[in-house]
């Protein structure tokens, strides 16, 4: 099994920044594509960035170049940079990992973006 432990959610003013980061531990022979997902209420969750194993990188559309994703394949340890953050960027965000062969996600951090 391969836990996931999301941290660095929290409030903050429009236009600020916030670090999210989700360690995966457990037994992990390998993790391919590890990415951030989020979920807003009322909303389909809905993919933010991926990056995989080499380092490709992929966002949604609506990142326009404000987050960063990145890992630390020692730490096993992804992390998304979110800066100019908006009001409609509040919601859960969820990490996912490729462990194994298999997907898991983590129980989700809060961002809360005031205006």
């Known amino acids: 099994q391969v836990q996931l432990v999301e941290s660095g959610g929290g409030l903050v003013q429009a236009g600020g920044s916030l670090r999210l980061s989700c360690a995966a531990s457990?037994?992990?022979?390998?993790?391919?594509?590890m990415a951030w997902y989020r979920q807003a209420p009322g909303k389909q969750r809905e993919l933010v960035a991926a990056i995989t194993s080499g380092g490709s990188t992929n966002y949604g559309d609506f990142v326009k170049g404000r987050f960063t994703i990145s890992r630390d394949n020692a730490k096993n340890t992804v992390y998304l940079q979110m800066n100019s953050l908006k009001p409609e960027d509040a919601a859960v965000y969820y990490c996912?990992?490729?462990?194994?062969?298999?997907?898991?996600w983590g129980k989700g951090t809060l961002v809360t973006v005031s205006s």
């Open positions: 457990g037994s992990i022979l390998s993790i391919n594509t």
């Open positions: 996912k990992v490729v462990a194994n062969g298999m997907y898991y």
